[in-house]
């Protein structure tokens, strides 16, 4: 038997502790599943394992002997295997070139193409899955990708194999499917980490789940003894959430209807009213839809039925332009792909979607143009030098004000959120959700999508729980338990 | 710690060395900046010292009527590279409309008795109606179907090649009347080509679209991001074809200063200059990923491909030697430009 430990790990960035003192060992033959909110310190620990960092103190072990890596490459060679939720798979390869990239066998100067399906069909039958070795990687439904992907790792025989939210993007039926294969290998000696947001997978695939909280290690519980209520409890403690300031509130006059609103396989029958100043929230799990339904109703995307309505008027031919032109805004997901032109300056940046405000006959007027940049800078508190500064050069957090004070200079009356405290510090997190709350007391209305459950109840009124593209669930944010939340988008039964 | 956490010690860091920048800092940072500007100067200081007859008003004013034909097109070139597409037609549209322009000036003139003095005008007309068609037809296969516009142009290229040929059935038209050929070849004041005149007016009018109209703004805008641009309300699919249009028209009219400076129109015209139009805008600074570029960046890479070309023909080395040298000189621009963009 193989055992995998953490020794007292601790890790200190400037500012947090990401861990502190974690002691657990993982024993091979069995299934781990390491889970905690956003921020509880699962990736550090894994990516301590992996090589990728180093503890600041304490130590990590394996048999008793000390694992130290320079790199994640050389952590892979001594038999840390790590398999991502982004896969890395080459689509026009086949399956078989994809599990032996770097190293097919040749006859001569040649590949030797019958030993390379050979080899390859050998690692296929390791997880009982059928798939043809000859197969593109395009042509293969994700979970069958996830597999090929493990396999790949797997056939360098690593001594640990941690798996990084496999499940993300996958359906449910495809998640049974990966898990069947998954238990295959627990026969080998191989100490098997997965890392996981869905709760309800814990009991279908693992033996025992570790939780950490805020860097802290809660425990490790065998999942025969564990119910529901217990993970719950070892997730989220008994923690007090913050709620926004009593005076802010919505009005009664209904801005936005939503109804029937479906796209494929994205969202379906989607309806809702979003009424003047209030701040809706949108919770669920990754996958759930919350993203491309936001899409679809500021016009990124289209959608196949169902209507738009605001202030009674149906909204037709929409696209971004006409919605943005009607007092419609979105700050995306994805800042640097799609919230920002990281080639432009703050300034440039933030009039982008408010051009139209500072032309006359289509000719840009400097002085408007510097009032509008220089009042977001102020009302938001953007941290810059100068405003010709690159917009790449900001922090995290100033970026997403940028995209914010980009869309506050079009003057919106609703604006839509998505993840908009993804990826910046708690400080930046609380000006925003202030600006929100300002937005509301001037009756513009937000529409917030986030994975942060207690942000959602902190920041909005009203919470809308989505699961598989349908709207599940609706509660009032102050009536809401965090726990009572989290169930309703596992979308599990009581245990 | 979760994924995507930006790393905030690199950002400060960059925010800071933006507020300090001491002396010598600053002068790196100014010599990056206007590096291309700072060769052109120290190539015009050499030659005038070494070429005979360089440096002199008639010779720097004949490097500009030289270089004024693809210069007109670099202009509009410059729109379509920072808008992030590519147009390889406009060689074949400088053929199209020369052509164009000679057959109609003499046909109407034949068919019903006009004289050429106002037929040509019409033929000018109709040249620059059929390169925008030509552009807005690039720019709709290229928004509607997602082809890229390098291939899209590719296509027009021969298209418009066979087109012309057709028109000419293989000889040059001659029917053009004297005047047309003061456009290409006539001087005002006796000493500044008209050409020369054209092509700094279309970069003062190119300058202020880019730089201060909400039009500029948009074309950077979509080539720096489209998806933001997009999700910002900007009509992305208008701005690619109105820039695409554009540059056909600029081909056009490189097109008619051709055939008024040889007083033909002729289907062998314009080979190969889209390349050397594009070299000149990389060289001032474009970049092909788009959102990158300034008119007057164009306008020093156009100068700068003049003045090499005119010193190597002044100090009388042969055609073979030109290209060798005009190539690596191509070469070593991007390569500095590249540096400019990189981080420290």
Same mark, same amino acid.
């Given at each position: 038997?193989? @055992? ?65 890596? /320079?790199?994640?490459?050389? +952590?892979?060679? #001594? ?8 896969? $890395? ?192 929230? @949108? ?32 909204? &037709? /031919? ?33 009039? !982008? ?11 840009? /007027?400097?002085?408007? #143009? ?50 908009? $405290? ?26 917030? =999508? ?13 919470? !809308? ?31 | 710690?979760?994924?995507? #956490? ?34 052109? +100067? ?15 008003? &008639? ?7 030289? =270089? ?5 097109? +670099? ?76 291939? =899209? ?31 290409? +070849? ?18 003062? !009018? ?52 051709? /055939? ?58 042969? #055609? ?25």
């Amino acid at each position: 038997m193989n @055992v995998l430990e953490a020794a007292h790990i601790s890790k200190e960035y400037p500012g947090t502790m990401a861990l502190k003192d974690v002691s657990v060992s993982f024993e091979s033959g069995k299934i781990h599943a390491l889970i905690g909110k956003n921020g509880s310190g699962k990736s550090t620990l894994v990516k301590i394992f992996s090589g990728a960092i180093e503890p600041t103190r304490g130590r990590a072990l394996e048999n008793g002997r000390e694992l130290k890596f /320079s790199s994640p490459a050389e +952590a892979f060679q #001594e038999g840390i295997a790590t398999v991502y939720q982004e896969l $890395s798979l080459s689509p026009y390869l086949s399956v078989a070139e994809n599990i032996l990239m770097g190293r097919l066998p040749r006859k001569g100067p040649f590949v030797d193409w019958k030993s390379t399906y050979a080899m390859a069909e050998e690692q296929l039958k390791r997880m009982k899955v059928s798939i043809p070795p000859s197969a593109l990687i395009a042509e293969l439904p994700v979970w069958q990708c996830q597999i090929v992907e493990i396999l790949k790792a797997m056939s360098y025989n690593p001594k640990v194999l941690i798996l990084d939210e496999p499940t993300s993007s996958l359906s449910v039926n495809e998640v049974k499917n990966l898990f069947s294969c998954i238990r295959q290998l627990v026969s080998e000696e191989v100490i098997i980490i997965f890392i996981t947001h869905r709760l309800e997978e814990l009991w279908e695939l693992v033996d025992t789940c570790t939780v950490l909280r805020d860097g802290e290690l809660i425990g490790k519980m065998d999942m025969k003894a564990a119910t529901h209520n217990d993970i719950l409890k070892m997730m989220f403690g008994d923690v007090e959430v913050k709620k926004r300031t009593r005076e802010v509130g919505g009005s009664d006059e209904v801005l936005l209807e939503i109804r029937g609103l479906t796209r494929g396989n994205k969202f379906q029958a989607v309806s809702f009213d979003l009424r003047r100043g209030e701040i809706l929230g @949108v919770a669920g799990m990754l996958g759930a839809g919350r993203t491309e339904l936001l899409r679809s109703i500021f016009g990124a995307d289209p959608f196949d039925s169902g209507e738009i309505r605001f202030r009674g008027q149906k909204i &037709t /031919s929409h696209s971004p332009l006409k919605m943005k032109r009607i007092g419609f805004a979105l700050a995306p997901e994805d800042r640097k792909q799609q919230g920002l032109n990281q080639i432009m300056s703050v300034k440039e940046n933030l009039t !982008l979607a408010a051009l139209d405000r500072l032309t006359r006959r289509s000719f840009i /007027s400097r002085k408007k #143009e510097r009032e509008l940049a220089e009042r977001q800078v102020k009302d938001l508190e953007i941290k810059v030098s100068d405003l010709e500064q690159p917009v790449s050069s900001l922090s995290g957090g100033n970026q997403q004000k940028v995209v914010v004070g980009n869309w506050l200079n079009s003057e919106p009356k609703v604006m839509f959120f998505d993840e908009p $405290s993804r990826g910046i510090d708690v400080n930046a997190k609380q000006q925003i959700f202030q600006i929100i709350w300002e937005q509301s007391r001037k009756g513009i209305s937000s529409i917030i =999508v986030s994975s942060e459950l207690e942000e959602l109840l902190e920041v909005c009124h009203r919470i !809308l729980i989505m699961r598989s593209g349908r709207i599940v669930a609706e509660r009032r944010s102050d009536e809401l338990k965090l726990e009572d939340l989290y169930l309703l988008c596992m979308g599990a039964s009581e245990k | 710690m979760s994924m995507e #956490e930006d790393n905030p010690g690199t950002s400060m860091a960059t925010e800071q060395t933006f507020k300090k920048g001491g002396a010598a800092q600053l002068v790196r940072i100014y010599v990056k900046k206007y590096i291309m500007e700072l060769i052109l +100067a120290g190539l015009i200081f050499i030659l005038a010292f070494t070429a005979p007859n360089f440096f002199t008003v &008639t010779n720097l004013l004949n490097i500009l009527r030289n =270089v004024s034909i693809q210069g007109v097109i +670099a202009f509009g070139m410059t729109m379509v590279i920072i808008s992030g597409e590519i147009d390889l037609s406009v060689g074949s549209t400088v053929a199209l409309s020369g052509v164009l322009t000679a057959y109609f000036t003499g046909w109407l003139n034949k068919a019903y008795g006009l004289p050429m003095e106002t037929t040509v005008l019409i033929g000018m007309a109709i040249a620059f109606i059929v390169a925008a068609g030509a552009g807005l037809f690039n720019g709709f296969i290229r928004t509607q179907f997602r082809i890229p516009s390098f291939i =899209v142009t590719l296509a027009m290229l021969n298209a418009l090649y066979g087109i012309a040929g057709m028109i000419t059935r293989s000889f040059p038209i001659t029917t053009l009347p004297l005047w047309y050929n003061k456009l290409g +070849a006539g001087y005002v004041f006796g000493v500044i080509p008209i050409p020369a005149l054209i092509l700094i007016a279309l970069f003062l !009018l190119v300058l202020v679209i880019m730089n201060n109209t909400s039009f500029g703004r948009e074309i950077y805008a979509v080539g720096g991001n489209e998806e933001a641009a997009r999700l910002c309300g900007i009509n992305v699919r208008k701005v690619k074809m109105v820039v695409m249009m554009v540059v056909q028209m600029t081909a056009a009219l490189g097109g008619i200063l051709v /055939s008024s400076q040889v007083m033909s129109g002729s289907h062998t015209f314009g080979k190969g200059y889209e390349l050397n139009v594009i070299a000149a805008v990389i060289i001032g600074g474009a970049s092909l990923g788009g959102g990158r570029g300034k008119p007057w960046g164009t306008l020093v890479g156009l100068v700068f491909l003049g003045i090499i070309i005119n010193a190597m023909t002044l100090l009388n080395m042969s #055609e073979y030697m030109k290209n060798l040298v005009t190539g690596l000189l191509i070469l070593l621009a991007v390569l500095l430009n590249s540096i400019k963009y990189s981080k420290d």
